[in-house]
């Protein structure tokens, strides 16, 4: 298995701790002839001391013997201090009391910026789906949890004088709080220590070193919601997904008038024919291109979540009909949950570098790695400053 990142990357990832690099590679430790996970909890060795590796099997080809403490050659999360290390970036959950049902508070690491994420989420905002104001983001939600489906609607919001997320979800979604609460980690890019972040990206961040990139709440959505973003303005996307929600999704009620639609599931997409989503004004080659996604997401082709392997999950999505290049790396970047994705081909990071040429765009982001993600968030940024 290819490394995915050089080493200087691999050590940069290390230093943030950060669980989206658990099982990506592995880094052997020459004064101590141990290796360890990527987020692992130890003190962080010196840069010299490091070797990076892509497999279990090569670190111990190597002559290193396994970490006691994040227990690398379990599988990723696969056992209490695994997981205490992975999830060392969320830091503390805690509960709440709420009127409204089971309420949670989740910390970050500060800074964060809270209202650049709102707008980010609401100029995208799917209506019947997603709700945002100035102090909250809501959304419906749909999903199978031990065989069984609950719908429902969550609230996100900033706690008060803490640096904490407070998310409030519907009683109906109280059996599922913890997966719910890590696909809200996830959306809202609580795992990330920008203070880290911001030393990789240097200049381009230091105006605002809490910006975070919005992750996905369903992978699948945002893979729709890509396809439909397509070579159109952020505003027609916005138009077309909503029609897309209300055609093929799920009514329900909650108590926000502007919440009533959960987004279709790809069982459900993937029984439609080009015909049935064209006539809501999509072009014939992204309905295909949707159906086929939903097709190769329901059989298991494509995994579209975090801890996949980012590399074969890419080539997977580019074998699929009409996605290119930006629309498998922008899934990558929210729904693959991988912080060094990079649509190069992007017209909005291209006219923030002055670049026209691809290739000279990837050069001027190799400083950035492992942080090219939030790069792209910085120079999307910076063309409405």
């Known amino acids: 298995m290819a490394m995915l990142l050089d ?15 658990d099982g990506r590679f592995f880094v052997g430790v020459a004064s101590t002839r141990i290796y360890c996970r990527a987020a692992c909890a130890a003190r962080t060795p010196r840069r010299e001391n490091c070797q990076f590796y892509a497999t279990v099997a090569a670190a111990e080809a190597a002559g290193y013997r396994a970490c006691l403490r994040c227990r690398p050659k379990l599988p990723s999360f696969g056992s209490p ?21 089971p309420a949670f508070e989740l910390d970050y690491r500060p800074p964060y910026d809270w209202k650049s994420m709102l707008e980010f989420l609401a100029a995208r905002a799917v209506g ?39 998310v409030v979800m519907s009683p109906s979604l109280a059996e599922t709080a913890p997966e719910i609460l890590d696909r809200v980690t996830r959306l809202m890019d609580v795992s990330a220590n920008p203070v880290e972040i911001a030393a990789g990206l240097g200049r381009l961040a230091k ?16 893979g729709v919601r890509a396809i439909l973003g397509q070579q159109v303005t952020v505003a027609a996307a916005r138009t077309v997904a909503s029609r897309f929600a209300s055609a093929f999704g799920m009514q329900i009620r909650s108590p926000f008038a502007s919440l009533n639609t959960v987004f279709p599931a790809p069982e459900k997409i993937a029984q439609l024919t080009v015909d049935h989503i064209a006539r809501l004004g999509v072009l014939a080659a992204r309905s295909r291109s949707i159906i ?33 290049e930006w629309t498998a790396q922008y899934i990558a970047m929210r729904a693959l949950d991988w912080p060094d994705a990079f649509p190069h081909t992007d017209f909005g990071v291209m006219k923030a570098l002055g670049e026209t040429n691809p290739g000279r765009v990837l050069k001027t982001a190799e400083p950035w790695r492992p942080w090219r993600a939030y790069a792209v968030m910085h120079l999307w940024r910076s063309l409405h400053a």
């Open 81 to 101: 201090d695994a997981l205490a290390n992975g999830r060392r970036g969320k830091l503390s959950v805690r509960r709440f009391k709420s009127s409204q049902g």
């Open 7 to 21: 080493d200087d990357s691999c050590y940069r990832a290390m230093r943030a701790r950060d669980r989206r690099f």
């Open 128 to 166: 019947g789906i997603e709700e945002i104001d100035n102090r909250a983001y809501r959304r419906t939600v749909g999903l199978r949890c031990d065989g069984r489906e609950h719908s429902g609607w969550l609230e996100v919001s900033q706690a008060e004088k803490k640096s904490a997320l407070r």
């Open 207 to 222: 105006s605002n070193p809490g910006l975070r990139v919005p992750g996905a709440f369903d992978g699948f959505e945002i």
């Open 292 to 324: 086929a996604l939903a097709g190769a997401t329901v059989d298991g082709t494509v995994q579209l979540g975090p801890g996949a392997d980012v590399t074969t999950e890419l080539k997977k999505l580019r074998a699929l009909p009409g996605i290119g």
